[in-house]
C-alpha cells in the first residue's frame, strides 16, 4: 500500500499564493506518476496537474494554466503545486494521487492511491 499525504494548504487572501507538497512516506515517490486533483464544496472532483515519474511529461486542466506549476523533486521524494494570483473559486480541497506508471493520467480512475487532501481556503 502507499499512502500518498499532502501538506501546505491554508487560508490565503485572494491574489496570494500557496505551496502545496505530496510525499509518500515509506515509499520511494520517484516511482509513480503523481496527479493533483481538488474538490469544490458540492461539486464533483475535478483534475489539476499531472506529471510522469520523472518529470519530462506534465499537463495542465486548461483553466489552471498559467497560474498552477507542478514539479516533482525526487531526491526529495517530493511532488509540488505552486498556485499562483489564487481566487476565490480555488477554494477546494486538493488531493494528490499516484500511479505506477510511465507518463502523466488525467482521469480520477486511472490512480492507485490516493492522499486524504488538503484544505485551500481563499478569502476575498
Known amino acids: 500500500q502507499v499512502h500518498p499525504v499532502e501538506s501546505g494548504g491554508g487560508l490565503v487572501q485572494a491574489g496570494g499564493s500557496l505551496s502545496l507538497s505530496c510525499a509518500t512516506p515509506?515509499?520511494?515517490?520517484?516511482?509513480?506518476?503523481v496527479g493533483w486533483f481538488r474538490q469544490a464544496p458540492g461539486k464533483e472532483r475535478e483534475f489539476v496537474a499531472a506529471?510522469?515519474?520523472?518529470?519530462?511529461?506534465?499537463y495542465y486542466e486548461d483553466s489552471v494554466k498559467g497560474r498552477f506549476t507542478i514539479s516533482r523533486d525526487n531526491a526529495k521524494n517530493l511532488v509540488y503545486l505552486q498556485i499562483n494570483s489564487l481566487k476565490p473559486e480555488d477554494t477546494a480541497v486538493y488531493y494528490c494521487?499516484?500511479?505506477?506508471?510511465?507518463?502523466?493520467?488525467?482521469?480520477?480512475?486511472?490512480?492507485?492511491?490516493w492522499g486524504q487532501g488538503t484544505q485551500v481556503t481563499i478569502s476575498s
Open positions: 506529471i510522469s515519474w520523472n518529470g519530462g511529461m506534465i
Open positions: 494521487a499516484v500511479k505506477d506508471g510511465n507518463r502523466f493520467y488525467i482521469k480520477s480512475a486511472e490512480y492507485d492511491y
Open positions: 515509506g515509499r520511494t515517490l520517484s516511482m509513480y506518476a
